[in-house]
């Protein structure tokens, strides 16, 4: 504080300070608050969605060994077969209060499909659901992964603004407050100093005054006090001189 000139100028740019710590110290806490909502929202998916995945993932691999009991061990012609991808993860952005959050999404490629074959001779019914069911499965993984990588993005970055607003709330709008005390009180004693020195000059003004005033009284007391000199003087009493 000491190193901030008590001046009118910079009372005025810490007040303009203040304001905008208090504002943004207000709009990080709506966003801590926007982000601790959708935090517990993304907890609440991530545990719904492992439930469920759990009951999925024991469905399709019976399902698979129901296909294998009634197709025979058919991994060997999936693994011989194309392996040209007929579905890819895409990733996309959402964005939650100004926090970027990843989003996993699936697309068909267009490519053929292969293994069509499989389960003519028996079974097909049974690797048909299989597709099916491990294509749900598939879904469920994607949408866990989307959750469980925002739920961390999301974990950071309210981590970050609570932080920030710890740090507003408790370090810079203190300090400021503190400088705009320390300036107040300053300006508060310069304005006293003032005062008593207008005091001073003002009671000096006035002796003098007083001062002058009592001399022109005297001076005027002087003149009237003072005799004439020819009022006693009769010019009838002179002797005429002759040249």
């Known amino acids: 504080m000491s190193g901030v000139p008590p001046t009118r100028m910079n009372q005025q740019v810490y007040k303009g300070k203040k304001k905008a710590a208090e504002s943004g110290h207000r709009l990080l806490k709506k966003k801590a608050d926007a982000l601790k909502v959708k935090f517990r929202d993304y907890?609440?998916?991530?545990?719904?969605?492992?439930?469920?995945?759990?009951?999925?993932?024991?469905?399709?691999?019976?399902?698979?060994?129901?296909?294998?009991?009634?197709a025979g061990n058919f991994k060997q012609k999936v693994a011989e077969g194309s392996v040209t991808a007929r579905v890819r993860v895409g990733a996309g952005i959402n964005n939650v209060a100004g926090v970027k959050l990843p989003v996993f999404s699936k697309y068909e490629t267009g490519a053929a499909a292969d293994n069509q074959s499989l389960g003519l001779a028996g079974g097909g019914k049974k690797i048909a659901a299989v597709r099916e069911k491990f294509s749900t499965l598939l879904d469920m993984l994607l949408k866990?992964?989307?959750?469980?990588?925002?739920?961390?993005?999301?974990?950071?970055?309210?981590?970050?603004?609570?932080?920030?607003?710890?740090?507003?709330?408790?370090?810079?709008?203190?300090?400021?407050?503190a400088v705009l005390d320390y300036i107040?009180?300053?300006?508060?004693?310069?304005?006293?100093?003032?005062?008593?020195?207008?005091?001073?000059v003002q009671?000096?003004?006035?002796?003098?005054?007083?001062l002058k005033a009592k001399e022109v009284k005297a001076y005027k007391e002087g003149l009237e006090n003072q005799t004439d000199i020819t009022a006693a003087y009769d010019a009838s009493d002179d002797v005429d001189v002759v040249f």
Do not use: C, H
Request: hydrophobic share 45%; net charge negative; charged share 30%.
């Open 43 to 70: 907890a609440k998916a991530i545990a719904e969605t492992k439930a469920s995945m759990a009951t999925d993932a024991s469905g399709a691999f019976f399902s698979l060994t129901q296909a294998e009991y009634a």
């Open 144 to 177: 866990l992964a989307s959750l469980q990588t925002s739920f961390v993005t999301l974990d950071e970055a309210l981590k970050v603004t609570n932080r920030r607003v710890n740090a507003l709330e408790n370090v810079t709008i203190p300090k400021i407050v």
């Open 184 to 200: 107040a009180r300053e300006l508060d004693e310069l304005e006293r100093e003032d005062f008593t020195r207008l005091k001073l």
């Open 203 to 210: 009671k000096k003004k006035e002796v003098q005054e007083q």
